[in-house]
């Protein structure tokens, strides 16, 4: 089912295909969460798709949902700094450091769990993903899911509301259009309009001596390190959501090309879609999917250019990245892994 991006907000709260509930309010996405159902959540990166990070049952249907795989950890999503301390069992100074400086924000710490943290969603691991978000509708969840059930520390599990290796969502709409088949009518999709980030966050490992990236994201390793201080270390064997070699995949074939490669470009051939910065013309015949003007634009444009290229039955999209400085190596990253068969 489609339903036009434009309508979400004036037609919530209202049922899609009779099943998940469509709404703006987030007292009726932290209502649902409360009584152990899903609810789809913006985040200022992507929308999420949340479950209580202390039911074990509820999570299970977040790994259903997406046929993601058991072992792949989710990031447990919570209110404050002081909140998320509870569900790690130590934290290493610069790691206060690094939350004090981006959270809210974009940027995700890998800890050691304490006994709150739960197998079913640290894949098994002795550690544990920990995020606060600056979106304010997630936040308003988060805060009257933790009245709701007198628990200020409350977690919310969320990895990306879409199917497992697909591409992320960055709209209510992208979620409603993957997601609502395999949503229950006690289950919640919230409006919260579009991603500013755009792609998911950064992912710090806190683990060991020194910060290691496991994902890029808006927070650059750059950052990371005038922060706390340190080198960021390049070696790691804590499991991270997003992080497989193919990932963010659209059906359309990916493929990363200089700017001097597109005058080669053969568009009779295929179908072919066209994704670089506003300053790279658009040869003919070939299909522009999005003109950014900068690396930032780039990041918040990426996912919704993809699932375009399938709405259009595109069988080829080609991507001219930005340069890697800032959040332009997160945007290369999840070229390179769409572009991964």
């Not at 206060?96 to 809210?104: R, S, V």
């Not at 710090?204 to 927070?219: N, S």
Request: charged share 20%; glycine share 8%.
């Amino acid at each position: 089912m489609t339903t036009p991006a434009g309508d979400l907000t004036a037609r919530a709260p209202s049922r899609l295909n009779g099943a998940v509930l469509l709404t703006a309010d987030p007292a009726v996405a932290a209502a649902a969460l409360a009584d152990g159902h899903l609810a789809a959540v913006p985040t200022e990166t992507v929308y999420g798709l949340g479950a209580r990070a202390d039911l074990p049952h509820a999570v299970a249907r977040v790994y259903a949902a997406k046929g993601r795989p058991a072992d792949h950890p989710l990031i447990v999503h919570v209110r404050d700094a002081q909140a998320a301390w509870s569900w790690a069992s130590h934290v290493p100074m610069w790691a206060h450091a690094l939350a004090e400086a981006f959270w809210p924000g974009p940027l995700t710490l890998v800890l050691p769990r304490s006994a709150r943290a739960g197998d079913f969603i640290t894949g098994g691991q002795d550690t544990v993903a920990l995020r606060v978000s600056a979106h304010p509708g997630f936040g308003q969840v988060l805060d009257q899911l933790a009245t709701l059930l007198d628990d200020p520390s409350v977690g919310v599990a969320a990895p990306s509301a879409n199917r497992f290796g697909r591409v992320s969502p960055t709209t209510a709409q992208h979620v409603v259009d993957e997601l609502t088949e395999a949503l229950g009518p006690h289950d919640v999709i919230l409006e919260g309009g579009p991603s500013r980030v755009g792609v998911e966050s950064t992912i710090v490992d806190c683990t060991g001596p020194a910060p290691v990236i496991l994902r890029p994201g808006h927070v650059s390793a750059e950052q990371v390190e005038q922060v706390t201080g340190a080198a960021t270390g390049e070696h790691s064997t804590v499991r991270a959501p997003g992080t497989l070699a193919s990932h963010y995949a659209p059906r359309a074939a990916v493929s990363l090309i200089s700017a001097e490669a597109l005058d080669d470009l053969q568009p009779q051939d295929a179908r072919t879609g066209l994704l670089a910065l506003a300053s790279i013309a658009t040869p003919p015949g070939i299909v522009r999917l999005a003109a950014p003007e900068n690396a930032d634009d780039y990041a918040r444009d990426l996912y919704s250019a993809l699932r375009e290229a399938d709405a259009l039955e595109l069988s080829r999209v080609v991507a001219i990245p930005p340069s890697p400085a800032g959040i332009g190596a997160a945007v290369i990253d999840r070229l390179e892994r769409a572009a991964t068969r």
